[in-house]
């Protein structure tokens, strides 16, 4: 059954993917210093039949605080890269272990285990040079670099997902709730804001700043994300428990099968459902300021929860 964001979502997808495609294409066509293999992995990993939901959230925060596609390119191609670098490397036999993403083998078993590291590498590199040199003014893309390098990092998305694999604690034994309230579900909660949090509220916010937002909405758009961000990774976690492979174009049910702690683990499929909700009510809640303008956020939110319908 196809619902009404879902509907909403592909008519934005329509509009801004080709853009997004076409300039991701140019960007990853690189001179001929980069060994051709490297370049390969690169285009594999980052060209992919993956939804574009990062890249579209910089240009709908864009075009949400009255700026244009054109200037907020550069950004979403950034952000993308660097997403397509974490699921290259998370992908690896070191962390998660996966051989299947988005319905295609994962970059280490297509490219092997180094030319996939290397990938990874070259994206999140790129990532920045795009940013730099394609931002203007200056000061404006050192701020874009600046938002993209502490979302990235060792205290945001990297962290999270150190604290991820490390364990921290979240390895879950048995079939028993864990409820609402306990210490475990407040550190799950931490590490998915920073592991998937992170790099979907910075895309909002490198879309208002090369709009040239002003306070009230770069805070709408903040409590958008944070709400979103959460959203998602409740939504997943359900995907993990009840979704289709083929829908979803790798293997699932992973989590559980590895112990790890994931939202239904610890709510209950119901209540996981329930919160994510209340999420989706908040973000939409949170665009209020920007009016109109924020109607393709607000059906990227609505998509976000319709996914696990």
């Known amino acids: ?16 993917r080709p853009q997004i495609d076409a300039a991701l294409r140019q960007y990853i066509d690189l001179p001929d210093g980069c060994p051709a293999p490297l370049r390969e992995a690169m285009a594999y990993s980052v060209l992919t039949p993956g939804k574009r939901l990062r890249p579209m959230l910089v ?5 949400g605080c009255g700026g244009s596609v054109e200037d907020a390119l550069p950004p979403a191609c950034a952000v993308e890269m660097i997403h397509a670098y974490s699921l290259v490397h998370d ?3 070191a962390m998660d272990d996966d051989d299947l993403r988005r319905g295609r083998p994962t970059c280490h078993k297509k490219f092997g285990e180094a030319m996939a590291i290397l990938a990874g590498d070259a994206l999140l590199t790129l990532a920045f040079e795009v940013v730099a040199k394609n931002v203007h003014p200056p000061d404006l893309a050192a701020d874009c670099c600046g938002e993209l390098a ?9 962290g999270g997902q150190a604290d991820d694999i490390s364990g921290s604690g979240l390895r879950f034994q048995g079939s028993e709730v864990l ?29 208002a700043i090369v709009a040239g937002a002003v306070a009230e909405q770069l805070e709408a758009l903040d409590r958008y994300g944070r709400a979103l961000g959460l959203a998602f990774q409740i939504t997943d976690d359900l995907l993990d428990v ?9 293997r699932l049910k992973k989590d559980s099968e590895r112990g790890k702690l994931t939202f239904p683990a610890c709510l209950g499929v119901e209540e996981s459902l329930r919160r994510a909700e209340q999420l989706v009510t908040d973000a939409c809640g949170a665009l209020v300021p920007l009016g109109p303008a924020a109607a393709g956020l607000d059906a990227v939110a609505r998509y976000v929860l319709e996914r696990n319908r």
């Open 91 to 93: 992908d690896l036999p």
């Open 242 to 250: 009840r979704g289709s492979e083929d829908a979803a174009g790798k």
């Open 59 to 63: 240009l709908l925060a864009a075009e």
């Open 150 to 158: 502490t979302a990235a990092g060792a205290c945001h998305m990297v």
């Open 179 to 207: 409820g609402p309230n306990s210490r475990l579900l407040t550190l799950l909660e931490s590490i998915h804001r920073r592991k998937t949090g992170a790099m979907i509220n910075v895309s909002l916010r490198l879309g």
């Open 1 to 16: 059954m196809v619902h009404t964001a879902e509907i909403a979502l592909g008519s934005i997808a329509q509009r801004l």
